[in-house]
């Protein structure tokens, strides 16, 4: 990044009230040796934010505190705010219109026009279990297995798959390598399958992603291929990165308009993953925003 662009960013930043060193210019300079800690307290942050927006935490410090307020009439009013918002958020029809709104629209596979050098598949659909020893499928899955129903189809000539340890706890469980295992162990041919392991996060999936495609496929049609809600800041990601890409979205959460009683007006435990889930795409946005990731 140019200097003209960093001061002007400090100077965003100063004029907002806060003030930051950025490691989207440090991370082009790899000999920084402060660069580990700016990388680590973002991802630390990232990780306490995504918790905290959780609507679950919302109602419960709404609950807890109707329960030891002193004042009746603060009690009463803290727990009509936690009826409210706990129907909000539970409530079906409301997340599936604001999660339509924000998902990038699927298309058939018939839809897409040409053939592409590789597919990209982002991470966060699988971890492999010692235990069992086995591969453990997480929700996300489906962002390989609709770029693996691509693969055959021919409409991908390669697979790459981006993504290392989004864990605090873990860090060296590596997501990369099992699905390239997984590929292999059902006949994916190994000279067609790419991995990146290194990255943490979206904006890291993109910057490390990059170098590989233009060594794999310099100046090559690329297919994105990951969740409808997170293809809004993955593509951006990508394309901040140098990365055009056309996009394949998967896992949608959203579906059609239902005017079904127990859909409208019955709570559904379910409706707050949703909402975890859009909260941690619009949280996102926001920082990566704010540090010029997209």
């Known amino acids: 990044m140019h200097s003209r662009n ?18 989207v210019f440090l991370l082009e300079y790899p000999g920084n040796p402060n660069l ?16 905290l927006i959780e609507p679950v935490m919302w109602i419960l410090i709404l609950l807890l505190l109707a329960v030891f307020s002193s004042n009746a009439v603060r009690r009463k009013r803290f727990l009509i705010a936690t009826l409210l918002v706990y129907c909000f958020f539970t409530n079906n029809f409301i997340v599936n219109e604001f999660m339509h709104a ?14 592409y050098d590789i597919g990209i598949v ?21 962002r390989l297995f ?12 390669k697979i790459l798959v981006v993504g290392g340890s989004g864990s605090l706890l873990l860090p060296g469980n590596l997501e990369a390598p099992v699905a390239r295992n997984y590929l292999i162990a059902i006949g994916v041919p190994p000279s067609d399958i790419l991995i990146e392991s290194r990255s943490r996060n979206t904006h890291e999936n993109a910057m490390f992603a990059k170098p590989i495609l233009d060594s794999a496929a310099p100046g090559g049609n690329y297919l994105l291929i990951t969740s409808a809600s997170h293809m809004p800041r993955a593509y951006r990601c990508f394309l901040k990165a140098g990365v055009h890409t056309d996009r394949f979205s998967v896992d949608r959460y959203s579906g059609s308009m239902k005017f079904q009683f127990d859909y409208m007006f019955l709570p559904d435990k379910s ?24």
């Open 36 to 51: 580990k800690l700016y990388i680590a307290m973002f991802f630390l942050f990232s990780k306490l934010l995504e918790f």
């Open 122 to 142: 982002l991470g966060g659909m699988m971890s492999y279990d010692p235990k069992l020893k086995r591969v453990q499928f997480d929700r996300g899955s489906d």
């Open 102 to 115: 924000y998902e990038y629209p699927a298309v058939a596979d018939s839809q897409l026009a040409k053939t």
């Open 146 to 157: 609709q770029g693996l129903n691509l693969y055959h189809e021919g409409r991908i000539k």
């Open 6 to 23: 960093k001061e002007g960013f400090h100077h965003i930043c100063k004029r907002r009230g806060f003030a930051v060193t950025l490691p």
């Open 271 to 294: 409706a707050l993953q949703e909402w975890d889930v859009l909260l941690h795409e619009w949280m996102g946005d926001v920082c990566y925003k704010l540090l010029g990731y997209i």
